[in-house]
């Protein structure tokens, strides 16, 4: 079993559709080990997108997740990891398929409804940021 770290963002929040994704993740046989609503601190944004700390778009990312309540999760299932990812689509919601997460209620590249853990280290350093 894998575990990894889901999180719906401030616009699938403000969109009222948590319950909607919520529904896709159990849907797919994700098992939620633990779930909280919260708005996230500058400290917990700033190191779960470290590794984009040099992009032109750092600022502009943080600021969009402080912007308003997550909902986190923490996910398992055989291939938790790539099964997710699979469902939410492509970063990018215009190249994300119909029926995928981001496909169907992505706005833009930052506006994408959800973050998913992209590999299993990644997924062990972000769950121990919210999920210690």
Known sequence: MERTLFIIKPDGVERKV???????????????LQMKML????????RLYAIHRDKEFYSSL??????????LLL?????????LRELAGKTNP?????????????T????????????????????TIFFP
């Open 62 to 71: 943080i600021e969009f997740i402080l912007s308003g309540s997550v909902v």
């Open 94 to 106: 215009a190249e994300a398929g119909k029926g995928t997460i981001r496909g169907d209620f992505g």
């Open 108 to 127: 833009t590249i930052q506006n994408n409804i959800v973050h998913a853990s992209d590999s299993i280290e990644t997924a062990e350093r972000e769950i």
């Open 18 to 32: 948590v319950g909607e994704v919520i529904r896709r993740i159990e849907k797919e046989g994700f098992q939620i």
């Open 39 to 46: 708005r996230m601190t500058k400290q917990e944004a700033e």
């Open 75 to 83: 996910l398992e299932r055989q291939e938790a990891i790539s099964k």
